[in-house]
């Protein structure tokens, strides 16, 4: 019955499309994606676009594998739901077991979710739920670091370091703690040239802000391996050694928030493990099923399971589709990928090739530095090279409101510009893109950039 409806014209009449300005769409059409191949989408005209963001952070397999979808309708056609309150199904049993396997560590424990805002915000509240169950009743503050994103739900909003989203909803749930972020770039004058040193500032300042706040009120840190609001901040060479000391000195909880960083986008099948540092709690979401089906969750150490395992003690908390059959089979199969395709080490392999490609672009007045690890880069603009001076709010709304975004969409690529932070574009392709996807990301940026500076 709605197969005649004109989708352009029923999107401006019904669909509320997230974080979007929805007045932008008054005049102009909305992007229609109707179908997705390897790395690149089409539009409702037939148009290619390279998913230089993988949708959202998401599609590490790429578009249109009908090997996942066969599972899905397999999984819908056996068991299309049942839920994991009280009871168990196949398709999450075995995801579960498959993810501890890959987790690092004891991170043995998997509690699902449906996204990331809910892993993030399950993760919270086990972080407290935990402390209670071990008499220490006053620990409920979550640190995390300026600009982070982890989230929109009330409790991962206030985990969330982005203060331009936060001023709608409040008050928010008391207790989220900011420090500053890793970003070299911009970092303080008395570190700016020592990443080492910068880093072990960075660190030392959560354990300022615990001792500020006191160690007993203090139940946990979320950190994202590789952050990406602000545009794909690394962690300097021993930073996250040293916060898990400063975390285990003070009995505080380290929360490793990987829903971008999980499955492959760094190149592991978890953040943590290209940083070598041990998590106690692990969210995931995104590249867990490559969007296929959505799926979330955390993966947590055997020693925060344990006050849960005994007696009436219970974890009240649960979310009605949280490993849903379809999406847990759909993980099962994208995983098989993963491994049939050795996926992590394509990664691996061509990450250098992705760097050195993006860093061509450094000969253009407009980029200030290109970060980032694994396929996830970020490219910050700046409007003086010598000085990195930035853009102004009216200038940063002209050049990627008012013409980046749509120019590089209109230019054939998928990509991100965003100025929570400073001014940036973003970068995250499928894992199965090569050498000659790089090269096309580059084209494009290089002549829509030149072209943003000659407006400026
Ligand atoms: C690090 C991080 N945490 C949490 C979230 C929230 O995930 P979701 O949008 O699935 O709720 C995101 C989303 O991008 C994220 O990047």
Redesign the pocket.
Known sequence: MNAEIDLQEAAKQHLWLHFTRMSTYGTSDIPLIVRGEGPYVYDDKGKRYLDGLAG??VSMVGHGRTKIAEAAAKQASELAYFPLWSYAHPAAIKLADRIASLAPGDLNRVFFTT??????ESAWKLAKAYFKQKGEHSRYKVISRDIA?????MG?LAVTGLSAIKPDFEPLPPGGVRVPNTNFYRAPEFVADDEAAFGIWAADEIERAIEREGADTVAAVFL?PVQ?SGGCFPPPPGYFQRVREICDRHGVLLVS?E??CAFGRLGYYFGSERYGYLPDII?F??GVTSGYSPL?GMVVRDEIMEPFLSGTSTFLHGITFAGHPVSSAVALANLDIFEEEDLLGNVRANEAGFRSTLEKLKDLPIVGDVRGAGYFYGIELVKDKDTKETFDDDESERLLRGYLSHALFDAGLVCRADDRGDPVIQLAPPLICTQEHFDEMEQVLRATLSEAWKRM
């Open positions: 959202l952070f996204s990331g805002s809910e892993a993030v994103y982890h989230g929109t739900s991962a994202e990406n928030d829903v971008i969210t979401a995104k979330g």
